[in-house]
């Protein structure tokens, strides 16, 4: 298929990213300096933001931009444009180069939104390693410290095996069938799948389960998650996943072969696991990180739902699921980002930091407070909205063992989100009050902290806005 010009303004989002990224580059070559790039990086996420709305739906080679496609790129230029906010502020005491990590980030929102609209499977690979590449640059960046080194080398090794995994299924499938396409492979599968195509399926199944830290493949979660950089962070727990999920779901929409009975048995199972191991594993964290590692993995077994349920109702609460979780997890993270900077050594990550957080820095305190309470499902809360949409989706499908694993889970959440809450709150004896500058919430960073905490309030109120949007967004 030829590319013309309505393809071009269908792609127009995606390459007003990778012109800015030229241009962020170009720059960094001429002069650096760290407040033009971060706000060249900015206004190219924020025009391409503007414009995504725009463009019309259509089917340029390789990609489906649709309904879906639209969505999920809108939630990745929020998340990424938010994570350049935040990461100014973080990069400002960091003693180095501090222009390429930018650049990094740019070329991965590139391939996030690439990979949110692959309908062909050299897409996906080719997109999934566009968005993989620079995040190991991006959480070893802070090399100097040994942790961040750490933690980009595990998600390099890791991240390779799993490759190798995805591409072993993609060639099984593209043996059996001898399509690429999605729609191709869908077409040659008229009838039962045979056990190559159920072997290609589970080892691409294998292969995106790493990225989204699914049961048993989650040991790296927690270990590159207190490592890495806490902009880098935010950018893997948030676009990186939320890219993933999307690719995944639109693989099992269109392929018939996840619809067999063994990976539906399959995929619940590790689901429930997910669910359980996840929140199991964060209830003695004493790193905020890793708290919040695990508590990504439980989130997104909550999320696994909706590709055991693979109709159309699992697509709305996919959307619904991920905009509560990405408001709220951009909120908890952004409150460790602007307590931390690479110029000590270490991210505020223990919780002894945040003990009397409430005494020190109120706003953040409360900032903190209300992600947490989302993150528990807590009602008036977008966290709530989003349980209550992945619950409701089991109960319709009979998935009973699901709903089980979601009520359990968020039990044992509520106990470990409660202890964090109460840590903010503790004073301690002799210790000062209110010393945070008067003018943290002028900064930019805490004005957008400010907006994400009050809009997890807003959807958690009045959700309807939001899910007439993502009623509104069918797949093409």
């Not at 950018?235 to 018939?256: C, E, I, N, Q, Y």
Request: glycine content about 10%; some cysteine.
């Amino acid at each position: 298929m030829m590319l013309t010009a309505a393809h071009l303004l269908t792609l127009m989002p995606l390459i007003i990213v990778g012109a800015t990224a030229v241009v962020a580059m170009l720059a960094i070559a001429w002069q650096r300096r760290h407040g033009l790039t971060a706000v060249l990086s900015g206004a190219g996420l924020l025009l391409a933001l503007v414009v995504l709305p725009l463009v019309p739906r259509g089917a340029p080679p390789l990609m489906a931009v649709d309904g879906l496609a639209l969505m999920a790129g809108t939630l990745v230029l929020v998340s990424a444009l938010v994570t350049v906010i935040l990461s100014h502020h973080y990069l400002t005491g960091y003693i180095g180069p501090k222009e390429e990590f930018y650049l990094l980030l740019l070329c991965a929102t590139a391939g996030a939104l690439g990979l949110v609209a692959s309908d062909h499977l050299a897409m996906l690979f080719i997109s999934l390693e566009l968005l993989s590449m620079p995040l190991y640059g991006m959480l070893a960046y802070s090399f100097r410290a040994e942790k961040s080194l750490e933690a980009g080398i595990k998600y390099l090794v890791l991240s390779a095996a799993a490759t190798a995994f995805l591409l072993f299924g993609m060639a099984l499938i593209y043996a059996r069938t001898g399509f690429l396409d999605l729609n191709g492979v869908a077409t040659a599968l008229t009838g039962n799948a045979d056990i190559w195509m159920l072997a290609g399926a589970a080892l691409m199944l294998v292969g995106l389960g790493f990225k989204l830290s699914v049961v048993p493949f989650h040991l790296w979660t927690p270990d590159v998650y207190q490592g890495g950089p806490a902009p880098a962070t935010i950018f893997l727990a948030t676009v990186s996943k939320l890219a993933v999920f999307v690719v995944l779901l639109r693989l099992v929409l269109a392929a018939p072969v996840f619809h067999s009975e063994w990976l539906q048995t399959l995929i619940t199972a590790l689901a429930v696991l997910t669910m359980l191991g996840g929140n199991l594993l964060a209830l003695f964290q004493a790193n905020l990180k890793r708290l919040l590692g695990y508590s990504s993995i439980a989130h997104f077994g909550y999320l696994l739902v909706a590709i055991v349920a693979g109709n159309a109702l699992a697509t709305e609460t996919t959307g619904v699921y991920l905009v509560t979780y990405l408001v709220t997890t951009l909120t908890a993270f952004g409150v460790v980002t602007l307590l931390s900077s690479p110029f000590g050594g270490e991210d505020a990550d223990g919780l002894p930091v945040y003990r009397g957080l409430f005494w020190r820095r109120p706003y953040l305190a409360a900032v903190m407070t209300v992600s947490f309470l989302s993150l528990a499902g807590i009602p008036l809360t977008a966290g709530f909205i989003g349980k209550f949409y992945v619950i409701a989706l089991g109960v319709a499908e009979s998935r009973w063992w699901l709903v089980g694993g979601i009520v359990a889970g968020s039990a044992i959440g509520l106990y470990y989100y409660l202890r964090v809450m109460v840590t903010l709150y503790l004073p301690e004896p002799g210790m000062r009050r209110r010393d945070v500058s008067n003018d943290w919430g002028s900064r930019l960073g805490g004005i957008t902290l400010m907006a994400l905490a009050v809009t997890i309030l807003v959807l958690g109120i009045y959700p309807a806005p939001m899910i007439d949007w993502v009623q509104g967004l069918s797949i093409g």
